[in-house]
């Protein structure tokens, strides 16, 4: 039995390791966007009904909007490169709600909150774009799935037991929204601190893409390091991340590079 589903484990190992675009790491995924999209769908939507929609009708334009731009110049680039499949399986949608919560997240698919709480620290539109980017980038990378699936591993045999009980099991239905990065406890989730670094990166790519200033970027988690250390309970994006000096360098010296890239890829796309 025991030899039976590490055998089965293996090969779904093999099978299952893909490339994230852009940065080339290599990925291991054990759940299919088919099978995922459907569910983070679902969960977002009860997700807006439990939550109070905020009414600052210029703050929720100003998500909306940037998270247009983005997702459109997110779009161009997976259309542009083969993956016009996967730009049709996702169904980008942007809310602000009212919450002082310093949070934001986009779960697989697209569906994205921004809380009210992070807005002072994204403090103008560049700044929103900067923490879009990133938010986005987690569901460009399908970072959800691979944290999903490591979580699975490491119960080996629950797998097919998560997918068939879907959102009717609240336990389960815990586990895929701490997956998607909604949940607070992904301290624990080895790969959390790649991921970050990885949806900076892609973040700003996408933000130069779609025009924003990238050096905004570095400002945002300027100011979000002093929340934090202001004692704050530490945001999703700072929980498991390399200290934030480090981050700051690290996204400085990326900026030239992204807008190589972004540059590139908006050749690909804006032509005629
Ligand atoms: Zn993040």
């Known amino acids: ?28 995924s054990l759940v299919k966007d088919s099978q995922l999209l459907p569910m983070a769908f679902q969960q977002y939507e009860g997700f807006l009904r439990e939550h109070k929609v905020s009414t600052n009708a210029a703050m929720t334009k100003q998500v909306k909007s940037v998270g247009k731009r983005i997702s459109g110049a997110v779009d161009r680039y997976m259309r542009a490169n083969d993956m016009a499949d996967k730009a049709d399986s996702y169904r980008w949608e942007f809310n602000l709600i009212e919450d ?15 809380y009210t709480g992070i807005m002072p620290i994204a403090k103008n539109e560049d700044g929103v774009a900067a923490i879009m980017g990133h938010e986005v980038a987690h569901a460009f990378a399908r970072h959800g799935a691979e944290r999903m699936s490591t979580g699975m591993l490491a119960q080996a045999g629950g797998i097919a037991v998560a997918l068939s009980t879907g959102n009717k099991d609240p336990r389960k239905q815990q ?48 100011r979000m390091s002093q929340r934090a250390d202001a004692g ?14 480090t981050r700051i360098i690290a996204l400085r010296n990326w900026i030239p590079e992204a807008k190589v890239l972004a540059k590139k890829f908006n050749a690909q796309t804006l032509t005629n």
């Open 1 to 28: 039995m025991k030899k039976t589903i590490s055998l089965a484990i293996v090969f779904a190992f093999i099978i299952s390791c893909s490339t994230v675009p852009i940065t080339g790491r290599k990925q291991f």
């Open 100 to 114: 002082k919560s310093i949070n934001a997240w986009a779960m697989p698919g697209g569906k994205t909150v921004f």
């Open 175 to 222: 586990m895929w929204m701490t997956a998607y990065g909604v949940g607070s406890q992904l301290g624990q989730l080895k790969f959390s601190r790649v991921h970050e670094t990885e949806a900076d990166k892609l973040g700003v790519v996408f933000m130069i893409m779609a025009g924003y200033n990238p050096e905004e970027s570095v400002n945002v988690w300027i």
């Open 232 to 245: 704050q309970a530490p945001p999703e994006i700072l929980s498991t991340h390399p200290s934030n000096q």
